[in-house]
């Protein structure tokens, strides 16, 4: 994957994490996954990627983060529970990181639009993409627990392309 689709991401989750939740995140070593399915447990959340690029984004966060992460937004000391409002608030947190790394993305040359963000909780969250296109894993660290970004990201056509 390309520094330039990667960069853009990078920063923008930083400097949305730090706006809302008052952390900058400790990233930790980026990797590619071996391939699909693969599972995650808490949240998960999906944006597609069309235009210059095309692919999906998908955020994944531990619950507890991702309880931690929502209070914040919401204004509240904590959150008991995933409800509908505190997945409403993560679904805008990573609507706010995806918006700003197309910035970042049209900056570079790369213009591209994004879907609306879908919100998935549970144990066992099985992922999947086309297979020819690869994953870009990059685990993030705040307070609350982990983040992780999975950037599946390729420029347009390439998908079919062998």
Aim: charged share 15%; net charge negative; aromatic share 4%.
């Amino acid at each position: 994957m390309k520094a330039e689709y990667l960069n853009p991401f990078l920063k923008g989750i930083s400097s949305i994490l730090e706006e809302v939740a008052g952390e900058r995140p400790a990233l930790g070593r980026p990797f590619l996954r071996p391939g699909y399915p693969y599972s995650v447990d808490g949240v998960a959340i999906f944006i597609g990627v069309t235009g210059h690029l095309s692919g999906q984004v998908v955020i994944c966060i531990q619950e507890a983060c991702a309880r931690g992460i929502a209070a914040a937004m919401l204004m509240e000391g904590s959150i008991a529970r995933l409800d509908e409002y505190a997945q409403s608030a993560l679904a805008e947190l990573v609507n706010m990181i995806v918006a700003s790394a197309t910035i970042g993305l049209a900056e570079a040359g790369y213009r591209t639009d994004i879907t609306p963000p879908s919100v998935v909780t549970g144990e066992k969250i099985e992922i999947s993409n086309q297979a020819k296109i690869p994953t870009l894993a990059i685990p993030l660290s705040i307070m609350n627990g982990k983040i992780e970004v999975n950037l599946s990201l390729v420029e347009a056509g390439a998908a079919g392309k062998q």
